[in-house]
Nanobody
Framework: QVQLESGGGLVQPGGSLRLSCAAS????????MGWYRQAPGKERELVAD???????IYGDSAKGRFTISRDNGRTTVYLQMNSLKPEDTAVYYC??????????WGKGTLVTVSS
């Protein structure tokens, strides 16, 4: 497994979750790390990306509620999700892009927002 995702689960509306994704040592020259999500019957969409330099991009659904960050070693990415809504329910995938353009996807972690 090229990256290990964790932190998904069941949370009530208005609650918070923190996702983590740690890249394995077999991935070199990591550039961009980020999160995508796919809800049932919908296309996969960007949640947030962060470059090795710290530049961040957020999808519309994440702006103002989610925060992406990266550890100092730049091999682990976090997604802090606050004020969760039922429409945030999806499988969240970690994606890594290297400086050479290689893409690596995690297996996904399920986030369910429900009362």
């Amino acid at each position: 497994q090229v990256q290990l995702e964790s932190g998904g689960g069941l949370v009530q509306p208005g609650g918070s979750l923190r996702l983590s994704c740690a890249a394995s040592g077999s991935i070199f020259k990591i550039n961009v790390m980020g999160w995508y999500r796919q809800a049932p019957g919908k296309e996969r969409e960007l949640v947030a990306d962060i470059t090795s330099g710290g530049s961040k991009i957020y999808g519309d659904s994440a702006k103002g509620r989610f925060t992406i960050s990266r550890d100092n070693g730049r091999t682990t990415v976090y997604l802090q999700m606050n004020s969760l809504k039922p429409e945030d329910t999806a499988v969240y995938y970690c994606r890594i892009r290297t400086t050479g353009g290689m893409l690596y996807w995690g297996k996904g972690t399920l986030v369910t927002v429900s009362s």
